[in-house]
């Protein structure tokens, strides 16, 4: 059963489009075993996921989409910034985290829907992102405020044309994102 009431969740986001696809066995995975390795390293302590995207945009929206559904898990503090993330940065300072996970569509040159956890330092100040703010500086503004291990966990996009809903295998990795973070993020606080 899926955790933190996403049954719910997935429910209610089936009216605006968003495939919320049941992964057969032989498909490919969007969130590999490395990177739920990374994810389970770097989480720790009290942490605040940072969902970034807009919904009028195919699959820039996901970081928002996983935001409302993980809004009731206890595990964690959850802020949807939407597309205008830096409106939200002394939101997510006043939670005092020691973990902040930003989550967005990226262009990382990847397969569609693929995940990875890349570290603001190495993202570059015109960013990847599709948003005004560069994650690079949103990133060292929070650190400045919390001090708090800040990573990215990026979802490369199929599609950011104009439209709501996602493509298939955003919604895959949506779906698997889903499944494993209230579990890693339950099982690192301190």
């Known amino acids: ?45 009290h942490v605040c996921l940072l969902g970034i995207g807009n919904r009028y945009w195919h699959d820039d929206g996901v970081g928002s989409y996983i935001a409302e559904a993980l809004e ?16 939200h940065l002394e939101t997510v300072a006043g939670k005092k985290p020691d973990t902040i996970l930003m989550v967005d569509a990226t262009d990382f040159g990847a397969k569609p829907g693929q995940a990875r956890l890349l570290y603001p330092d190495k993202v570059a100040y015109s960013g990847l992102s599709t948003h ?33 809903g996602l493509s298939l295998p955003v919604s895959s990795a949506l779906n698997e994102l889903l499944e494993i973070l209230p579990d890693i993020c339950n099982k690192r606080r301190s």
């Open 1 to 45: 059963m899926p955790p933190c009431g996403l049954t719910a969740w997935r429910s209610s986001v089936q009216n605006v489009n968003v495939r919320l696809p049941v992964r057969p066995e032989s498909q490919a995975q969007h969130v590999t075993p490395a990177v739920q390795q990374q994810l389970t390293a770097f989480i720790d302590g």
């Open 72 to 87: 009731s898990c206890p595990e964690f503090d959850v802020v949807d910034a939407g597309f205008i993330p830096e409106n």
């Open 132 to 164: 005004a703010g560069s994650l690079r500086m949103l990133a060292e503004y929070l650190y400045a405020r919390t001090q708090a291990r800040i990573g990215l966990l990026a979802i490369q996009p199929a599609d950011t044309s104009e439209g709501e």
